[in-house]
């Protein structure tokens, strides 16, 4: 396991070693590891719902595509029922 060197604020640190004094976390080391663990998770499902709004927003059909659903609906609309 690597080890690094982090720069906190003085406030939050204090916030930080409440929380290990509380028993949110065992030791600041492993606040910090469960801090990055959210913002990963974060991240990802961020990127999955962008993927979502872009796929929702695209338009898959290309021109020919649009041209031909849209006369197979003015032909559906003609036959007799």
């Known amino acids: 396991m690597s080890q690094i060197a982090v720069r906190l604020t003085d406030s939050e640190l204090l916030e930080l ?7 949110a976390f065992r030791t600041r080391a ?3 590891r469960e801090g990055i ?17 872009l796929a929702y927003t ?9 041209q031909m659903l849209d006369a197979a609906l003015v032909l559906a609309t ?3 029922l």
């Open 17 to 23: 070693d409440s929380m290990v004094a509380e028993g």
């Open 30 to 32: 492993e606040a910090v």
């Open 37 to 53: 663990r959210l913002l990963r998770r974060e991240t990802r499902e961020e990127r999955i719902a962008a993927s979502y709004r």
């Open 58 to 66: 695209d338009d898959p059909l290309g021109d020919d595509e649009r």
């Open 78 to 80: 003609e036959l007799p």
